[in-house]
């Protein structure tokens, strides 16, 4: 193990409509933006960052491996933590947002829903169940 390795600063995702997105993460979970230019938004998640950055602008990050397109199928999922998925979810489809899937119990003490952003990037609200 690698003990530097212990803190996430800053999520970067690849997206195709720039205003599209941070729109999204500013209306839907009320994000502050903390940096912006033309090739990027960054947004703070309680102590982390997450940088909205135009795909087209990815490749130099990730050479020699390629940027996959949107929707190309999902490659990872967030978990935030939350007191009441339930309510989290109501609040979602406010703002026009479709879950994936859930609520739902998992056998693993939590109660879960999931839902992607514009870009296909799946998040979930993830709630502790009690006696878990």
Not at 94 to 115: C, E, I, K, Q, S
């Amino acid at each position: 193990m690698i003990k530097a390795l212990n803190e996430v600063e800053v999520i970067t995702l690849f997206v195709e409509d720039l205003a599209a997105a941070q729109a999204f993460y500013t209306g839907v979970f009320g994000l502050e933006v903390v940096y912006q230019d033309d090739a990027s938004a960054i947004v703070r998640l309680g102590p982390i960052m997450i940088n909205l950055l135009r795909r087209e602008q990815a490749p130099g990050l990730v050479e020699p491996a390629t940027v996959a397109s949107s929707g190309s199928g999902v490659r990872a999922l967030f978990t935030i933590r939350v007191t009441d998925v339930d309510g989290v979810c109501a609040e979602l489809e406010r703002h026009g947002v479709h879950l994936l899937n859930g609520p739902a119990d998992r056998p693993w003490g939590r109660r879960t829903a999931a839902f992607a952003d514009l870009d296909g990037n799946v998040w979930e609200v993830a709630q502790i169940l009690q006696g878990s």
